[in-house]
């Protein structure tokens, strides 16, 4: 007979935690500690021997608790729980999502090697990729969403480096104007470079539609990096990372980790578990309320173009079959273009009540912000114009109050912004 399978969220509450460990206690507790005392010598040398990677672990040995830096219970648990809704071997958590995604670009990159990256691509990363990999020597080629594997194909050829790509790193949808990118086209364009046996590792930046929403892994991407801070953790009061993939990428990731000493900490992991608890309802209902947000921006005479992945237009079919392909969810982030440049987009958001000004995104609370002036303030004009973050648009991240009432806020908003 086929072993049940539950789902993810069914086991949020309890996978991998037993209580008898820990005095009977339903939810795992806090660890606050920082090393773990071992029964007898022969242990230590053991857990040391495995965890320096000296010998293979056995077939069911599990690697023994030795200090925090290497492993902790809060982060253990955390980590295998996470990856099942991606269905990743492996996953590592991290302090801030920032911290995952540099320690996956210092790991797959070296002085001399090529990355190709998307853009726009989340201001610290852009800043990261721009600002410290060029100081180590790694050369860069960016793309944008709409291009085609052809023309990135040709633009990597025209740097004459095509044997150095390393690392392919993407983000879809991309911030703030939803624009998709085919994970599944960016596989191809890393196969066509790779030289003998080994993969160029593909990582996408899953934030906006992770986990529950899009599964990078499931369409030819070898590792998914979140920041946890957002829909994983939920609650803006956390800032944390993850990165997750097959478990030869996690062990480079993992081993990096324990050196850089950027795994996080206890509480933080006690607390992205008791978020986990609650992903999906809060994701979902996000979606939904997300729904009607947008239908009712789209109908409003003040605004002239909204970008949500529900309202792709009809004639754009290349975006309609890549979200097709690669989406479960049209998600909860709705952009739009409001008339009447800054000066209106500014009155728009100083008039909300309900919903708060602020940058960040995937929490509980509706926020709004002016990507132009604020996010993407450090975007070039150029990029600017090719993605379309003019002085009109205003990102919604919409979260989970009643949606009569957050519609209720953006109309009052909006009818001041026809005073102006
Ligand atoms: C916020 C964010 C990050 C950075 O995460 P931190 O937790 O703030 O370090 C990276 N990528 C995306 C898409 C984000 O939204």
């Known amino acids: 007979m086929e072993e049940y399978k539950n789902r993810p969220e069914s086991l949020m509450m309890s996978y991998g935690y037993k209580p008898e460990l820990s005095e009977g206690a339903i939810k795992c ?48 648990i955390l980590e295998n729980r996470l990856s099942l809704w991606d269905g990743a071997d492996d996953c590592a958590v991290f302090e801030s999502g920032m911290s995952a995604i540099s320690t996956v670009l210092m790991e797959f990159l070296k002085p001399g090697d090529l990355l190709l990256y998307s853009s726009p691509t989340y201001g610290g990363t852009d800043h990261f990729i721009n600002h410290v990999l060029t100081k180590w020597g790694v050369k860069l080629v960016n793309f944008f969403p709409n291009q085609s594997k052809e023309e990135i194909i040709q633009k990597i050829e025209d740097t004459g480096m095509g044997d150095k790509l390393a690392l392919v790193y993407i983000e879809t949808p991309a911030n703030p104007t939803n624009t998709l990118i085919d994970i599944e086209m960016c596989r191809e364009i890393a196969d066509h470079f790779k030289e003998g046996e080994e993969r160029i590792p593909l990582a996408v930046d899953n934030t906006y539609m992770g986990p529950l929403w899009q599964h990078p892994l499931k369409h030819g991407a070898d590792l998914v990096v979140y920041s946890a801070t957002k829909y994983i953790g939920g ?8 990165c997750l993939g097959s478990s030869e990428h996690m062990a480079r990731i993992k081993g990096l980790r324990t050196f850089l000493g950027n795994m996080a900490g206890p509480w933080t992991g006690w607390l992205l578990m008791r978020s986990l608890e609650t992903l999906k309802v809060r994701m979902e209902r996000q979606a939904k309320n997300a729904v009607e947000v947008a239908q009712f921006l789209e109908d409003h005479p003040k605004v002239d173009k909204v970008y949500y992945l529900g309202l792709i237009p ?42 708060k000004l602020a940058v960040s995104l ?16 450090d975007v070039g004009k150029e990029a600017k114009d090719a993605l379309g973050i003019s002085e009109n648009l205003v990102r919604l991240s919409v979260g989970v109050e009643h949606v009569d009432d957050l519609i209720h806020d953006i109309k009052q908003a909006l009818d001041e912004v026809k005073n102006l």
């Open 314 to 355: 009809e004639d754009d079919k290349g975006q309609k079959e890549i979200f097709k392909k690669q989406c479960k969810s049209t998600g909860a982030m709705v952009a739009f273009d409001i008339q009447g440049g800054e000066k209106a987009a500014f009155k728009f958001l100083n008039q909300l009540k309900l919903i």
């Open 235 to 242: 609650h803006s009061d956390v800032i944390a990372g993850a």
């Open 29 to 76: 507790p806090i660890f606050q500690t920082s090393t773990f005392v071992f029964k007898r010598a022969e242990e230590g040398k053991a857990f040391f021997e495995v965890a320096y990677g000296l010998r293979e672990k056995g077939h069911d040995e599990e690697l023994g608790l030795i200090y925090s830096r290497l492993n902790n219970p809060d982060l253990e």
């Open 362 to 377: 995937g929490s509980t609370e509706s926020l709004a912000e002016h990507p132009a002036t604020m996010t993407h303030a």
